[in-house]
């Protein structure tokens, strides 16, 4: 791999590896508050279950991928990156600005046991069955967004493969932290990771789209850096121009 | 099914989280595409549009939100 090449392989795994630790953390949560209230085993067969469907649909979509124009890829994943990058850049400054109140680890973790625990009340019988489901739903899902976003950072230059190996880290990461601590990842700085990951992919966006539309960017993907760097200001400007005091925003 | 409709319901999030701001993008790649094939813009103009326009729907739409909080 060349030095320019670098220039956006070292973006797409950074962005890979790191909106995967969001989500990783967020399924984690979930698994763990199943796994409190129900044991290991329908934790366990719920996430498998979902990693399952998650590789079904990899092998299932990921072919059709080649067969697409890269153009055509460019510009689609471009403005989906947009609509996706764009949106995490927006409520993590609103967050960061105290307009919306921080994702929080324990609460979701609490929120869980008790929907876990309530619905455990009203069908006793199946509690292992709905606490099992609910693992393979929070892997799923945010299994599906780790997918959109490797395939979104890693398609446009054939490197799905580095971004994928990005997630991969991402996932053992999180699993070996949180074997370890045993309990919601409440310390992991999730709203800094989801700025930077926005601004990650709101740069890629604009980077993929321009490409998709014909345009030659100057210095070539160097211009992806420099898009980094004017949404990352942009981003931060903002979120000081819209702080509010900490006691309004809670 | 609700599963199923859950897994949509998720999917169109994650790219409709602020409908404002989505309606804005869609809006601004079609203009820029507009602006470099009718219109005959040099690739740059359209590319500093793309990037320009970017900027303000963020700063726009993130206003708007933090105005009706």
């Not at chain 1, 989801?194 to 980077?207: D, N």
């Amino acid at each position: 791999m060349d030095g320019m090449t670098w220039t956006v392989a070292a973006p797409a795994v950074g962005a890979a590896f790191t909106a995967s630790v969001v989500e990783v953390v967020e399924a984690f949560t979930i698994v763990l508050a199943v796994a409190t209230l129900r044991g290991w085993r329908p934790a366990v067969a719920g996430t498998a279950a979902a990693l399952a469907v998650l590789a079904l649909l990899v092998v299932i979509l990921g072919p059709l991928l080649g067969r697409v124009p890269l153009e055509a890829l460019q510009l689609v994943i471009g403005v989906l990156l947009l609509l996706f990058g764009m949106g995490w850049l927006r409520k993590a400054v609103l967050r960061s600005a105290g307009v919306l109140a921080l994702h929080d680890e324990e609460a979701a973790f609490a929120a869980e046991t008790k929907a876990l625990t309530e619905e455990g009340r009203k069908n006793p019988a199946s509690l292992d069955w709905i606490a099992g489901l609910g693992a393979f739903k929070a892997v799923l899902l945010e299994g599906l967004e780790v997918i959109f976003i490797v395939i979104a950072v890693g398609a446009g230059r054939g490197m799905l493969g580095a971004a994928a190996l990005g997630a991969a880290a991402a996932c053992a990461a999180v699993l070996m932290v949180g074997a370890i601590v045993h309990k919601p990842l409440s310390k992991v700085p999730e709203n800094t990771l989801k700025f930077g990951v926005g601004v990650m992919l709101s740069s890629f966006g604009v980077f993929w789209t321009g490409e998709g539309l014909g345009i030659e960017w100057p210095g070539a993907d160097l211009a992806l850096l420099v898009f980094a760097v004017v949404f990352l200001v942009a981003g931060a400007g903002l979120a000081t121009l819209l702080r509010r005091p900490a006691a309004e925003a809670a | 099914m609700d599963i199923l409709k859950e897994v949509v319901s998720e999917l169109v999030k994650m790219f409709v989280a602020d409908a404002r701001l989505s309606v804005a993008v869609l809006v601004l790649v079609g203009a820029v595409a507009l602006l470099l094939d009718v219109g005959h813009a040099a690739p740059l103009v359209g590319g500093a549009v793309l990037l320009g326009g970017c900027l303000v729907i963020l700063a726009a739409v993130t206003a708007a939100t933090a105005r009706k909080r």
